[in-house]
């Protein structure tokens, strides 16, 4: 079993970051259109970057959730996995940020890349556990939960930082 999780959470952290990159360009290649903003980023925010860990991380749970005959503990796990992973992904954004002073393209990358392996990392060590399948429904609920403040904030942005654009100094869409 630890076996094949380990391989899961190989092949996943792939999938993600693949998916996760082209899914950096698909609101452009919309043509801007505010229903694919939904899902995808609208702008060069930190927040609207979480997206890129959101989607794929999602897809490929349901992928997992299906091939692991609906292990009951995979969404607390991956749930608790995408929490840690997008605080990894903003923890290193602001901290490199904050000592070096700048935005530096190739450390962005690199804090996406970071967000993903902790992630899951996090959710390896607690669905191997295979004791919080009593927490099926509250890892959905969290999922969901992101998912609609993503597409809230993608239209009402609160004014502060974390969903600025840095490159034009606006908020959502």
């Given at each position: ?18 998916l ?5 360009f698909?609101?452009g ?7 694919v ?15 890129l860990?959101?989607?794929p ?9 299906k ?9 607390f ?6 929490l840690?992973?997008m ?16 935005n ?18 996090v ?24 998912g609609?403040?993503?597409i809230?904030?993608s ?6 930082p974390?969903?600025?654009?840095p ?7």
């Amino acid at each position: 079993m630890k076996n094949k999780l380990f391989r899961q959470c190989i092949f996943g952290f792939i999938f993600t970051g693949i998916l996760g990159s082209l899914f950096h360009f698909v609101y452009g290649w919309s043509g801007c259109n505010s229903f694919v903003g939904l899902f995808f980023p609208v702008n060069e925010s930190t927040w609207e970057h979480l997206k890129l860990l959101y989607l794929p991380y999602l897809i490929w749970s349901v992928i997992e959730y299906k091939a692991t005959n609906k292990n009951k503990s995979l969404w607390f796990g991956k749930a608790i996995g995408l929490l840690v992973g997008m605080l990894a992904i903003i923890s290193f954004f602001y901290s490199y940020n904050g000592i070096i002073g700048r935005n530096i393209p190739f450390l962005n990358i690199l804090s996406f890349f970071i967000g993903i392996a902790a992630a899951f990392a996090v959710d390896f060590f607690i669905i191997k556990s295979n004791i919080f399948e009593k927490f099926e429904k509250v890892g959905i609920t969290i999922f969901s939960v992101i998912g609609a403040a993503f597409i809230l904030f993608s239209f009402m942005p609160p004014l502060i930082p974390l969903f600025k654009d840095p490159v034009t100094f606006s908020y959502g869409i």
